[in-house]
């Protein structure tokens, strides 16, 4: 792969935070950006620094006219790196959170994402090249009380990229996963954090992550323009991760889950067997991956 070559990005939710930085770091690089923005004032400075260099088209996704325009600019303009980082989250109790909202958290989260890696491939495949980003969080490997809905999200984005990647992997397309922690994003602002009430009922576990959530904007640990930085350079290689834990804390968590996991199995494992029949072959069939 030439690593000096110019590239084309759509970068969805990029006003601030992750999107923000990887256009700003795909332009510094001589890149061509789409930015896809709710607001396109917020993008003005940018597009009079890089003329151009810099669209940007306007939409709210979470409305799924919306996301329908932006598949369909998509599908008529090739690109070489597509980023799906547009997303929020609602904290609340899953017993208490609405299935409307639990539903608008999936129609953003992974939805969206979904019908815009659909419109992108079709032209990824044909040039036999192509890179999809998808921010996760650590979130979409582990979870924990108040963030039921936005892991379910990220789960899902998780499971359905993963088939994904093996499903295009011979086409020369490839799929990066982003896991982050805690970054400096405005993630933790009411701009993309919105919280339930608090619950009566699980006040003590949901309520102080929802304290913790809300009060944390400005001391995260991560800093997305370093994140940004690794995301540009990574899809300049032949050497692309299924899976990218960022941040410090991402590391330790995903590392303590996914030990306690196999852990798991292992003390299981003898029950687990027992379900099959005495006198079943062995599986042979091949679980083809990317």
């Not at 000096?4 to 006003?15: D, F, I, P, R």
Request: with cysteine.
């Amino acid at each position: 792969m030439n690593a000096n070559k110019e590239m084309k990005w759509l970068v969805t939710g990029a006003s601030q935070g992750f999107g923000r930085c990887l256009v700003e770091d795909a332009l510094g690089r001589g890149d061509a950006v789409t930015a896809v923005v709710r607001d396109a004032r917020s993008m003005r400075g940018l597009v009079d620094a890089h003329p151009g260099r810099l669209d940007v088209v306007e939409a709210d996704l979470r409305d799924r006219a919306a996301v329908e325009r932006v598949a369909a600019v998509l599908a008529q303009s090739p690109i070489d790196v597509l980023v799906n980082n547009a997303g929020r989250a609602i904290a609340g109790a899953a017993e208490e959170l609405s299935m409307d909202l639990l539903r608008e958290q999936l129609e953003l989260n992974f939805f969206a994402a979904a019908a815009m890696t659909r419109a992108a491939l079709p032209g990824m495949r044909k040039r036999r090249a192509g890179t999809i980003v998808q921010m996760s969080s650590q979130g979409g490997r582990l979870s924990f009380p108040a963030v039921g809905a936005y892991s379910a999200s990220k789960f899902a984005l998780e499971g359905w990229s993963e088939a994904l990647a093996a499903e295009v992997a011979e086409f020369g397309v490839r799929v990066l996963i982003v896991e982050p922690s805690r970054f400096r994003t405005g993630f933790n602002t009411a701009r993309s954090l919105a919280v339930t009430a608090p619950s009566e009922v699980y006040g003590r576990t949901v309520g102080a992550v929802q304290r913790d959530l809300t009060g944390s904007d400005g001391a995260q640990e991560g800093d997305p323009a370093r994140a940004a930085r690794i995301i540009g350079d990574l899809v300049r290689t032949a050497d692309v991760p299924l899976r990218l834990p960022l941040g410090a804390e991402a590391v330790e968590r995903l590392t303590a889950a996914y030990t306690a996991g196999l852990d798991g199995v292992r003390r299981w494992a003898d029950v687990a067997r027992s379900a099959d029949y005495p006198d079943a072959a062995a599986p042979s069939r091949a679980i083809p991956t990317s």
